[in-house]
């Protein structure tokens, strides 16, 4: 059983540029969730799917950013225009709805450096 | 939101020595973990305990649901269990986010 991957596991990038992140969930995972992770600082909820639906989204997640999952199994997170204040680890996250009050697995991270 | 606080922020341990952290949280919860980031910058799940008492190893985990705090205690300290550790809970009509603390920060020296 493999756990949740992300790809890519670095990306260093250009103010300006837009970057793409994927994330694979635990295969029977029906709910995927995206966190950011800055220096110093615990994980924060971004948004998050069960199946293709997204249900939820923070205030984080500005206009800029825009997250997917079509097919209900994986999920990219887009960032427009990126800024230097977007240099962070961004995390994803799986679980099986109902199954011990939705506990959550994380992938690697994706570390996101904006010059 | 629900608030959550975790103690000591830094910790700094000999070898072999045990240690005691604590999380602390503002309202009753659905669940409750315990991750351990490495240095690459993954989360490690421990223990999904959102209430009782659960062993794996040299790691424990506490959870006094009413009273609103977590424990997780490490004996006999290894340089490997240097890193982050976090809590992390869930409450109310949020049963989908998880909300962490910032985090406790564990040196282990030879």
């Known amino acids: 059983d493999t756990g949740v991957s992300q790809d890519p596991r670095h990306k260093i990038t250009k103010r300006g540029q837009n970057v793409t992140f994927r994330c694979d969930p635990i295969s029977e995972h029906n709910r995927l969730y995206w966190y950011r992770q800055t220096l110093g600082q615990g994980p924060e909820f971004l948004t998050y799917?069960?199946?293709?639906?997204?249900?939820?989204k923070s205030r984080l997640l500005s206009d800029r950013f825009s997250a997917e999952r079509p097919k209900g199994s994986f999920s990219t997170l887009e960032i427009q225009r990126t800024e230097q204040g977007d240099s962070a680890m961004y995390l994803c996250a799986s679980s099986l709805l109902g199954f011990r009050n939705n506990e959550q697995f994380f992938g690697p991270g994706t570390r996101l450096t904006v010059l | 939101g629900i608030q959550v606080e975790q103690s000591p922020p830094d910790l700094i341990l000999q070898e072999g020595a045990n240690s005691t952290l604590r999380c602390n949280f503002s309202d009753s919860v659905n669940n409750l973990q315990w991750f351990h980031q490495n240095p690459w910058g993954q989360l490690i799940n421990l223990f999904y305990i959102p209430s009782g008492t659960k062993q794996n190893g040299r790691l424990s985990a506490t959870t006094v649901a009413t009273e609103r705090y977590s424990l997780l205690y490490i004996s006999s300290s290894q340089t490997t269990d240097s890193g982050v550790y976090f809590c992390a809970v869930n409450s109310g009509g949020s049963n989908y986010k998880l909300t962490f603390g910032k985090g406790t920060l564990l040196t282990v020296n030879p």
């Open positions: 799917f069960q199946n293709e639906a997204q249900l939820e």
